[in-house]
Nanobody
Framework: QVQLVESGGGLVQPGGSLRLSCAAS????????IGWFRQAPGKEREGVSC????????YYADSVKGRFTISRDNDKNTGYLEMNSLKPEDTAVYYC??????????????????WGQGTQVTVSS
């Protein structure tokens, strides 16, 4: 069964950090680009960051550059999103997704093959 499972979300104060994980099962994540998306209440889903399957190239949304870091560990079949200096406007449900034959920025979510269920990130004092 193909699955992507996010974890690591939660409630954090402004300025804090969280590390999201995206564990894949039922397929080999090595061959897929990984994308992180988020959706805040009343807003459209937006691409946050993505990392290629081939050379580890990355893209970031301007709003998270310098604060978020995307990475992957193919041995663990897992992707990560390290989030530092979190702001209240980062509050959203965060989703990871995997794309076998797609690499572009900003990412078109419809081109991704598999999606996780999402994890809530709330930044509030």
């Amino acid at each position: 069964q193909v699955q992507l499972v996010e974890s690591g979300g939660g409630l954090v104060q402004p300025g804090g950090s969280l590390r999201l994980s995206c564990a894949a099962s039922g397929f080999t994540l090595d061959y897929y680009a990984i994308g992180w998306f988020r959706q805040a209440p009343g807003k459209e889903r937006e691409g946050v960051s993505c990392i290629s399957s081939s050379d580890g190239s990355t893209y970031y949304a301007d709003s998270v550059k310098g604060r978020f870091t995307i990475s992957r560990d193919n041995d663990k079949n897992t992707g990560y999103l390290e989030m530092n200096s979190l702001k209240p406007e980062d509050t959203a449900v965060y989703y990871c997704a995997a794309a076998r034959n797609y690499w572009n920025w900003p990412p078109d979510g419809k081109q991704y093959d598999y999606w996780g269920q999402g994890t809530q990130v709330t930044v509030s004092s």
